[in-house]
């Protein structure tokens, strides 16, 4: 049996009603997890950008990218290994506001972590950061001994190191 390991799939489609669930339907019959998905225009007007995290062989990578293109609003899927992209989470926590006046540590964590306070008002204040998954992991734990009112992350967003074929083809999309 082949490796598994982390896949990136970029899934280039028209924006359809219900695209999501027939996509995450081809995983779920195959018992695979989505470990995240995010979803958002892509460079070509009227095309959006799928982009799932997923640990697979390459092997079950290709025959999934098969039955996607087959779906009708799917122009063209791809995927990628993590050492060919550059990709990002990003995160929110919401703190309470007396660690920022009475915890001297926090104001070291949040300096060390490379992470920005977006909002703050008497109650709480929230923390935003991106990184890799380990980063957020890392901060979150931190954190977490000092008591996280709330915390969401994105899923992964992901660029390729290399020209990707898609762009040029999809001009004639437009």
Not at 18 to 25: A, C, W
Not at 89 to 97: D, N, P, R, V
Request: charged share 30%; aromatic share 8%.
């Amino acid at each position: 049996m082949e490796n598994k390991q982390t896949y990136t799939i970029s899934i280039y489609t028209e924006n359809n009603v219900g695209l999501l669930n027939r996509i995450s339907s081809i995983f779920q019959r195959r018992h695979i997890n989505i470990e995240s998905v995010n979803v958002s225009k892509s460079e070509i007007k009227s095309v959006s950008r799928f982009t799932l995290l997923v640990k697979l062989s390459e092997d079950q990578v290709k025959k999934i990218l098969g039955q996607l293109e087959r779906q009708v609003e799917v122009i063209k899927a791809y995927y990628h290994r993590d050492e060919e992209t550059i990709y990002q989470e990003s995160c929110l926590f919401k703190l309470s506001t007396d660690l920022l006046t009475d915890n001297d540590e926090i104001q070291n964590v949040i300096n060390g972590s490379k992470s920005r306070v977006i909002n703050i008002n008497k109650d709480f204040f929230v923390l935003e950061k991106s990184g890799s998954k380990e980063e957020l992991e890392e901060l979150y734990h931190t954190l977490d001994k000092h008591g996280i009112m709330q915390f969401v992350r994105s899923g992964r967003i992901a660029i390729t190191k290399t020209a990707m074929p898609v762009s040029q083809m999809l001009k004639t999309w437009e």
